[in-house]
């Protein structure tokens, strides 16, 4: 009887650590959400991005921001999670794993980072919504939450979407971490 109890506990214990190791797995590849607040060279606060899967199993980037001149910017997805101003560089190249050329108008390319630019209208507010499938919320190779992190930057002027290696988009004016929510 005492052998059947102490098998019975062994069971349970065994089944709730499975059960707890499941979840566990199952949160890790669980699909996110992030958020960027985009600062610009003084660290005064310009706007968020957000992050969010689509129901097509996109990524769906909603970017708002305010105090930019008006026009078009380029806009990308850098492959370091810092953004230390004035000049951003803190946040490296374009988000670029599989190792393609700049541009979605580029035949060798797009980069997993490059996105169409940001408009931006005569009162200096910009607003973007749109998916892309060249980046995951998810594990895998072209994820957002990579062991450096990911930054969102915004450039000075527009990106031709063809030119390596970031469109002759000028100097970074805003950048913010992307973080997991």
Do not use: W
């Amino acid at each position: 009887m005492k052998l059947m109890k102490a098998g019975l506990v062994l069971l349970m214990i065994i089944s709730a650590v499975l059960m707890f190791a499941t979840t566990v797995n199952a949160q890790d590849s669980a699909t996110h959400s992030a958020t960027a607040v985009m600062k610009d060279a003084k660290g005064n606060i310009m706007g968020l991005a957000t992050f969010t899967p689509d129901v097509s199993g996109l990524v769906r980037v909603n970017v708002v921001v305010s105090g930019l001149k008006p026009g078009l910017h380029g806009i990308h997805i850098h492959n370091t999670g810092i953004c230390t101003g004035p000049s951003f560089t803190s946040a490296g190249e374009h988000y670029n794993p599989l190792g393609k050329e700049h541009g979605l108008k580029n035949l060798k390319g797009p980069h997993a980072g490059d996105l169409p630019n940001l408009k931006v209208g005569a009162d200096g507010k910009g607003y973007m919504s749109v998916t892309t499938s060249l980046v995951t919320l998810s594990p895998g190779p072209t994820t957002f939450f990579t062991a450096n992190g990911t930054a969102l930057v915004i450039h000075s002027g527009p990106d031709d979407q063809m030119t390596n290696p970031a469109g002759n988009s000028g100097a970074r004016i805003a950048c913010g971490v992307i973080e997991k929510k």
